[in-house]
């Protein structure tokens, strides 16, 4: 597959590039990044003046980026790994509708480790059935821009479903009267110098706690992810995907 890098001069980018050496099917062939040019690859500073069109673009950059992103894929038919956060209503609307007639894969966290936890999270959610209290702790570096994160987002929504989709979502805890109510899920969110991304869901219970927990000490299993990701779609001519398990 001949793939673009949306975000090719930020950090994720230079960890695909890099990651790419161990996909032998993939091959980058161009990398869009209005800030810069990453060396010996060519870089375009938009979607549109891609040329000539890849198989698939591989994005890790911001949701302001989307619009020109759909454009260009629906436009050219170009399947899309979709790997960034904080996408609103209306961009997941986008998403889907444009999942009619391209193939994309879209998830907030590309890590195998995480979509493993997050089946484990809505498991444990169901069977622990409204017993225990749901919080959650995601830890990030003082750079991570969104928080909550994308990830605690996921396990959050997991937890959720689990337990009967009727729970709410409180961000932080704080004032005095900030007493648990049973229909929470709390998510508490830390940042501070390199911190790797971290995340704990905590099932708290009578006298006992359940930690299922989630460390990344390297970009490199997201750009993993995101590489096996466009293999997946390599025979998919549309439909949205994710590593969730059905």
Do not use: W
């Amino acid at each position: 597959m001949n793939a673009v890098i949306y975000g090719i001069c930020g950090k994720m980018g230079h960890t695909l590039v890099a990651a790419a050496a161990d996909f032998p099917e993939i091959k980058i062939t161009g990398g869009v990044d209005a800030a810069g040019r990453f060396p010996g690859i060519p870089t375009f500073k938009c979607a549109a003046a891609i040329t000539p069109a890849p198989d698939v673009i591989i994005d890790f950059s911001r949701p302001s980026a989307l619009p020109d992103i759909l454009s260009y894929a629906l436009k050219n038919k170009v399947k899309l790994v979709l790997c960034t956060t904080g996408y609103s209503a209306a961009d997941e609307e986008s998403i889907k509708e444009a999942s009619k007639s391209v193939a994309v894969f879209c998830s907030a966290n590309m890590s195998v480790g995480v979509n493993l936890i997050v089946d484990l999270v809505a498991q444990a959610a169901k069977a622990l059935s409204g017993a225990f209290d749901i919080e959650i702790v995601e830890k990030h570096h003082n750079l991570k821009a969104d928080a909550p994160s994308g990830t605690a987002l996921m396990l959050a929504n997991a937890a959720n479903e689990g337990s009967g989709g009727n729970k709410k979502f409180i961000y932080g805890r704080g004032g005095a009267d900030a007493k648990r109510n049973a229909d929470e899920i709390c998510i508490h969110a830390i940042r501070g110098g390199t911190l790797p991304g971290e995340h704990d869901v905590l099932f708290i219970g009578g006298d006992e706690v359940i930690t299922i927990s989630h460390t990344a000490y390297s970009k490199k299993i997201f750009a993993t992810g995101a590489l096996r990701a466009a293999l997946m779609l390599s025979d998919k001519e549309n439909g949205l995907y994710s590593y969730k398990r059905k």
